[in-house]
């Protein structure tokens, strides 16, 4: 997509959902949203790398979310809830986002997912949205025999566009974020957060709440979503699919932009054994616009259905 297309288009997502699309610098701070009480809250064995934060609730088998690119585990909060009802959930907050703080550890894919490894119980199932699902593969390669389940949501195996994969984002417009990020790192996430919703059936309410979580947990670091744009702009994982173990879902959604549906179709296709679920007039955050739907697809892999 061209990058002044895609500004021109997140300017108008952004004043249709409510939300300024630039903030003036000479504007008060806007006023926080009042943190929430987390069913349970807890942290790593002493001695760990870094601790991270994770919100816990429910009981059974353990199953752990991994969110995207500038947000933080509070954005599952509906589909986490759900999980509950039948297992022990984790939403953390990746290093940087949300309430965990950054680590220099976390600057690369292999890094990100050794500490946030030792932040999850001794097995578990995955669900990993979009960057997540990059950390969530890699973690199921790198320790097969701690990932119970692996469901990728809105995931590219590689998100940039390349000579021999044309399912990904434009390199000019993540180097246009990367050069951006430092100077208004806000209106950059914004932005993005409106080209996950374009073209979807429910575009301006699944907008309006990934804004609303932005603030909730606090502001990302700089340095960690400078990060991930780097393992976006040039992480490549297909060589390391068949090495995956654990039985995998990918969702797409119809309309995303960001990991196109032939993107998760060929995940799928790499991975041993994986199903792939395409959901309709969906875009990159089915779990918000198509709840449901998805929720149904989840509860089939974990053996819930």
Not at 42 to 69: F, I, K, M, N
Not at 126 to 155: F, K
Not at 180 to 192: E, K, S, Y
Request: include cysteine.
């Amino acid at each position: 997509m061209n990058p002044r297309n895609f500004s021109e288009s997140a300017a108008r997502l952004a004043t249709a959902a409510g939300v300024p699309h630039h903030r003036d610098p000479d504007a008060p701070d806007p006023p926080k949203h009042p943190a929430r009480r987390p069913p349970d809250l807890r942290r790593p064995a002493p001695g760990a790398a870094v601790s991270l934060y994770r919100e816990t609730q429910g009981e059974g088998p353990d199953v752990a979310l991994l969110h995207g690119w500038g947000l933080h585990g509070g954005v599952f909060g509906a589909l986490a809830r759900s999980l509950a009802a039948r297992h022990r959930v984790h939403a953390l907050d990746l290093p940087g986002h949300g309430r965990s703080p950054w680590a220099k550890g976390a600057a690369d894919l292999e890094g990100l997912a050794r500490l946030v490894a030792e932040c999850l119980p001794e097995r578990c199932s995955l669900v990993g949205w979009s960057l997540g699902g990059l950390v969530a593969v890699r973690l199921a390669t790198l320790y097969p025999e701690r990932v119970t389940h692996l469901a990728l949501i809105a995931a590219s195996p590689c998100s940039h566009v390349r000579r021999d994969w044309p399912h990904g984002i434009d390199p000019a417009l993540l180097a246009g974020m990367a050069s951006r990020l430092a100077r208004d790192w806000r209106g950059t996430v914004q932005d993005f957060l409106a080209l996950e919703v374009r073209g979807e059936e429910h575009a301006l309410a699944t907008l309006r709440e990934l804004k609303q979580q932005l603030a909730e947990h606090g502001a990302p670091s700089t340095a960690a979503l400078a990060a991930g744009l780097e393992i976006l702009r040039h992480v490549d994982l297909r060589a390391e699919l068949a090495r995956v173990r654990a039985p995998t879902l990918a969702i797409a959604g119809e309309y995303d932009r960001l990991a196109p549906p032939a993107a998760v179709e060929a995940l799928a296709a790499l991975v041993p054994g994986a199903r792939y679920a395409l959901v309709r007039r969906a875009a990159h955050a089915p779990f918000l616009s198509h709840r449901a739907e998805v929720e149904a697809l989840l509860a089939a892999l974990l053996g819930d259905a």
